[in-house]
Structures are given as C-alpha cells and as structure tokens.
C-alpha cells in the first residue's frame, strides 16, 4: 500500500532530473580551497560538532569529562566522521566513474552529471582532509575488513544496491550536519564545512532518489533483495564507524571498548541516530526496501527501533 507512493508518483524523466541538477551545479558550487576561511580562529570554548551528537554524549563518562575534554572529543569524532566520508566519497566517486564508462553515453546529462558529481565529492574529500589537518588532528583509518571491501564494492554494487548504498552514505551525514549549521556552539569553520557540503549534497540526494525510485519499479527480486540487504548492511557500518574506539583512545579514554560499549547503548546518541535515519527510512519504506530478514540488522545498527 505505502510502497505505491514513490512508485505511482510521476517522476521526472531521468535526462530532464540530471538537465536540471547541471543547471544547479553550474550556479551554486564552491571551490572550499579559496572559499572556506582556513585561517579563521578557533575559539577554544567552541565545540566542533553538536554536543548532541558526540557519541558519549550525556554518559557519566561525559559528564566526569572536564569542558576541554569533550572539546577534544567533539574534534577527534568530527575528524572521524570526515575520515569516514573521506572513505565513502572515494567508493562512490568509483561508482559513478564505473557507470560513467559503461554508458557511453557521454553526451547524454544523465552521465554529464555523474562526472559533475565526482567533480563534487574530489573537492568534498579534499575539504575534509584540509580541516582536518587545520584542526589540528589526523585522519582515522578503517577497519580491515572495510577496506578490503572497499576495494570491490564499485563491481559488488550496480543499480539498486548501488543507490542504496549511496543514499544510507549521503543522507545520515546530511542531517547531522544540517543540524550544526544552525549550532552556534560549533566552530565557525566547522560549520562553514557542512555548509558547503549540505548545498551540493542535495544534488547527489535528488540524483540518487531519482536514480533509486526509477530503477525500483523494473528491478528483479533478486536485485531488490540484494538492495534491501545493502541498505541494512551500510545502516550497520554506518553505525560502526560512529562508535570508533580509536576515537575514545585518542582523547585519552583508559577503556575504549568499555566507552564504544557505552555509546551503543547511550539514548542520547540513539536518538541522534532515529533523528538522522528519518528522511531515508520512510523513503526505503516506500520503494518496498524494509522489511524481511535485513530487519534485524537495521535494528541492531540502532537506526530503526
Ligand atoms: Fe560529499
Ligand atoms: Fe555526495
């Protein structure tokens, strides 16, 4: 019943969305080497992101943190969160390029846009690594496993799935960050970052829904299973990677594991999560992409209740 919704919805012909996100781009994007303020202070009551959404957040290991602690620990989880897209960004940049060559269709604006999008997220990666260097700090590795992924994901992922991933990759961070724009208690620079990438990540959201709620109504079962699994398993890294005990080490924490354990199970930082997961959920509901055995897994990943 829901899922007829997105489906039935009359959706803009696939060459007219990218015409129109060309059009977008060519009037609102951002060149963060001259156009983030790097030298700009960093005032050293200032947070670096939401207090809110620090994983420890309202704990009694927070709470028995002295204000210039949580300062850093709200630097050292900013810093893994953009190490995190930084990982992310390079996979998808992967993607589109992998489609961009299968098409051959450079002239058409679907493909247009997927090189305008690549041109996006390389400047996007290399704003992330510019502040984190500028704050001061060094970028988180992955997990092995990740990594070696990573590697395959580009082949592993084609039409649905690689959507899904897609849109689970964009738009938790999108709402978080839509959040500390607003954050008066984040760092200005901090907040200049998510900026920029909140304008031109809802081009890559807009692509990627189209792209998605296209796709949906003509995908096998097979494709639509491997779409669901897709979405629940990026829900579950996604979450991993926000409790990252390198992070709790680095600020000095004696027992990272005991602080990651204590984060997964933090309500504050539960709540962050349903309240970033909103948009996405409901949309995945729509095309049919919850439900089933994957269930579990988006449970245990902390999105959904
Ligand atoms: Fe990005
Ligand atoms: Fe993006």
């Known amino acids: ?5 997105a489906l039935d919805q009359k959706r803009l012909d696939k060459e007219q969305v990218a015409a129109k996100l060309l059009d977008a781009s060519a009037k609102h994007s951002f060149d963060p080497v001259h156009e983030v303020d ?14 809110e959404h620090i994983s420890l957040y309202g704990t009694p290991l927070w709470e028995r943190m002295t204000p210039e602690q949580r300062i850093e620990l709200s630097k050292q989880e900013i810093v893994n969160i953009m190490s995190m897209g930084i990982w992310f960004e390079t996979i998808l940049m992967r993607m589109l390029l992998k489609m961009a060559y299968e098409r051959h269709r450079p002239e058409s604006r679907h493909v247009q846009y997927a090189y305008t999008e690549v041109a996006d997220e390389c400047r996007h990666s290399l704003m992330f690594i510019r502040m984190i260097e500028t704050v001061g700090a060094r970028p988180y590795g ?9 590697r395959y994901v580009p082949v ?3 039409g649905a799935p690689m959507w899904v991933g897609t849109l689970m990759g964009e738009e938790i961070v999108d709402v978080m960050q839509r959040e500390m724009i607003r954050d008066e208690r984040v760092q200005p ?11 031109e990540e809802t081009r890559h959201v807009k692509y990627a829904r189209e792209a998605l709620a296209r796709r949906i109504p003509r ?9 669901r699994l897709v979405a629940a398993e990026s829900a579950v890294v996604v979450s991993e990677f926000m409790v990252n005990p390198a ?8 027992d990272p594991a005991a602080a990651r354990h204590l984060a997964k199970r933090n ?3 539960i709540e962050v999560k349903r309240r970033a997961a909103a948009k996405v959920v409901p949309f995945f509901e729509e095309l049919g992409l919850m439900g089933g055995p994957a269930m579990k897994r988006w449970r245990l990943s902390g999105f959904v209740a």
């Open 156 to 158: 592993l992922l084609q």
């Open 1 to 5: 019943m829901v899922r007829a919704t």
């Open 247 to 254: 992070v709790y080490r680095r600020v000095g924490i004696t």
């Open 38 to 51: 790097w030298e700009q202070p960093q005032p050293s009551d200032l947070f670096y992101a939401t207090p």
């Open 219 to 227: 995908a096998g079962r097979l494709e639509r299973e491997h779409a």
């Open 189 to 199: 620079l901090v907040r200049q970052v998510s900026k920029i990438h909140v304008i």
């Open 142 to 150: 992955r997990p092995g496993y990740l990594n070696t992924l990573g």
């Open 267 to 269: 309500e504050h930082h």
